[in-house]
């Protein structure tokens, strides 16, 4: 991956422009156009530049960063972006949501939920040439995780650059209760459903998250410590979706069941009543 993304400055007027159109988006409430009419379909690099951009306003405001997610694992979707990586975003300290909070309505645009293996880190990742046993090793736990995935971009209508300049399109995340250290769960064939108010509606394995979830962080441990800001001690990686991603609405409770790794929910709020009561 060495010189995959070489860097670009978020001072340019492009980088400005379309971080400009995503903050405005993601602040009013209405989604924006697809950015790829100002970025060029190869550019990867401006897009992370735009996602960089966006992400250190956001800390300048008071978040912090917590971890990372990382998208695209799946190579059907590669396939329909004509793509043969994943991309990654940002989380921070705003995105965590507890199991017993309800996402409030009309705090995301567009809202998907994809069910994930979430891995918490008690050492740093600094290593370009980092192995999957460097992975274990940093690795504190693994957990059962729900991704709330949301767009800025107007109906998903998103090709590569676009999600990457989106953060990756990243929304919420919600974590399980139950830890469980690496050499006690198989990874790559752990098996997932996930439920929409009662009904199945996803399902998946471990596999289907690049053939292992920790393929992923090692993908993007090799990454990010290229691009000299390397996993660290107490992050949270988002390894990415082990099957479709599910669109949410006002009122929606979904629940997910990991094998080995144990359950994780989220409850969205109801649409608020209408003011001014009946017309009648």
Not at 261 to 266: F, N, P, R
Request: aromatic share 4%; proline share 5%; net charge negative.
């Amino acid at each position: 991956m060495s010189g995959a993304i070489p860097p670009v400055s978020e001072s340019s007027a492009a980088v400005q422009e379309v971080a400009d159109l995503l903050a405005d988006a993601a602040a009013s409430g209405k989604p924006c156009p697809p950015i790829r009419r100002l970025i060029s379909a190869g550019d990867v690099s401006t897009a992370y530049a735009v996602q960089r951009l966006n992400n250190e306003r956001r800390l300048a405001e008071g978040h912090r960063l917590v971890g990372h997610k990382i998208g695209l694992t799946s190579q059907a979707v590669q396939r329909q972006l004509g793509v043969d990586q994943p991309d990654f975003g940002a989380l921070l300290s705003d995105m965590g949501v507890a199991q017993d909070d309800q996402v409030p309505f009309g705090r995301l645009l567009q809202p998907k939920v994809e069910a994930e293996v979430a891995l918490v880190l008690n050492a740093d990742l600094p290593n370009a040439e980092c192995t999957i046993d460097d992975v274990i090793a940093a690795t504190e736990y693994a957990v059962s995780a729900l991704e709330i995935v949301d767009s800025r971009i107007a109906d998903w209508d998103i090709t590569f650059v676009d999600t990457v300049a989106d953060n990756a399109s990243s929304g919420l995340y919600v974590l399980g209760e139950q830890r469980v250290r690496l050499d006690e769960v198989d990874l790559a064939a752990v098996c997932m459903s996930m439920s929409k108010n009662g009904e199945v509606a996803s399902e998946g394995t471990g596999a289907a998250c690049l053939g292992s979830p920790l393929n992923a962080t090692l993908w993007l441990a090799r990454t990010l410590a290229e691009l000299g800001d390397p996993l660290k001690a107490g992050d949270v990686v988002l390894t990415g979706a082990l099957g479709p991603m599910v669109v949410a609405a006002a009122g929606d409770v979904f629940a997910v069941s990991i094998s080995q790794l144990g359950d994780v929910s989220v409850r969205f709020a109801p649409e608020p009543a209408s003011e001014g009561g009946s017309s009648e």
